[in-house]
């Protein structure tokens, strides 16, 4: 079992940044692909980015490519969103999201994620 808990959201103005994090529980972190999906209100749960067991490979939704990077941290079993630039339409809850095996298919839906966290919500003023 693998429990996930986000933390670093907030209200921050256009074309501020935030960084989310993600920590992991257990020992199994460095075996999950890791990715950050959000929500926004009345929207169906979206990708925004994924990395690889190692955090070389990486996959962004469009939107925030450029703006929006994703890091992780195996020693801590902590994953990162950095957000910069940040736009009135990134706001949203954010979830993480643990997936065994490779990070690709993250990319293109939620099947074979195993595990999620909670979400934190992102609130971007204009």
């Known amino acids: 079992q693998v429990q996930l808990v986000e933390s670093g959201g907030g209200l921050v103005q256009a074309g501020g940044s935030l960084r989310l994090s993600c920590t992991a529980s257990?020992?199994?972190?460095?075996?999950?692909?890791m990715g950050w999906f959000r929500q926004a209100p009345g929207k169906e749960r979206e990708f925004v980015a994924a990395c690889n067991l190692s955090g070389i490979i990486r996959y962004y939704t469009d939107s925030v490519k450029g703006r929006f990077t994703i890091s992780r941290d195996n020693a801590k079993n902590t994953v990162y969103l950095q957000m910069n630039s940040l736009k009135p339409e990134d706001t949203a809850v954010y979830y993480c999201a643990a997936k065994p095996g490779p990070a690709q298919p993250m990319s293109v839906g939620t099947y074979g994620i195993d595990y999620w966290g909670k979400g934190i919500l992102v609130t971007v003023s204009s």
């Open positions: 257990g020992r199994t972190f460095n075996t999950y692909a």
